[in-house]
């Protein structure tokens, strides 16, 4: 099932522009995770975000949660023509399974 | 280097024709997880594993059997596979998925795999 929902479906930009793509889900989460995925390769963890955390930043890359509104935002910054690809969100639940439930992926694009 | 590795990387066979797809992690891993991509679909869970010898079904496990005798080797088992596992699969390992833990899962290259 998925938990996730990222927007937009497909995101095209130049190179040097922001990309943001935001992502929402339905139930309690232990955290929230984004995940690149080039095409038809394995997905590449990208960065954590905790529960009780609000933002978070790896290099280019910033991500917010609100929990209150169940939903995550994941920008990168400066982009690159090697940025191009899919990203998706996957929340980890705080029961249950403990599987990480994946989203259904944004693809960007960034022109050079 | 830290990798999970899966094995083979395009596999095309015929309906009721067993197959195994291999996995392997060498981080120590408790965790290690299936999962299938499709168009439209996303990634869907198939089986998981907890640790050695403790396994248990994910949200499309039909048609799927696992394994998991040694912790680093989780192999992916089709016993008659049909054209309806047609899929992109993907092998992922965490070091440990309990409660209130916070890992990331690290994938495999994923498996292609076209069932005519």
Known sequence: ?112 | EAQVTQNPRYLITVTGKKLTVTCSQNMNHEYMSWYRQDPGLGLRQIYYSMNVEVTDKGDVPEGYKVSRKEKRNFPLILESPSPNQTSLYFCASSLYQGAGTNYGYTFGSGTRLTVV
């Not at chain 1, 394995?42 to 509104?69: A, F, P, Q, W």
Request: glycine share 8%.
């Open chain 1, 1 to 112: 099932s998925q938990q996730g929902e990222e927007d937009p479906q497909a995101l095209s930009i130049q190179e040097g522009e922001n990309a943001t793509m935001n992502c929402s889900y339905k139930t309690s989460i232990n955290n929230l995770q984004w995940y690149r995925q080039n095409s038809g390769r394995g997905l590449v963890h990208l960065i954590l975000i905790r529960s009780n955390e609000r933002e978070k930043h790896s290099g280019r890359l910033r991500v917010t949660l609100d929990t209150s509104k169940k939903s995550s935002s994941l920008l990168i910054t400066a982009s690159r023509a090697a940025d191009t690809a899919s990203y998706f969100c996957a929340t980890a639940s705080d029961t249950g399974r403990r599987a990480l439930t994946f989203g259904s992926g944004t693809r960007l694009q960034v022109q050079p």
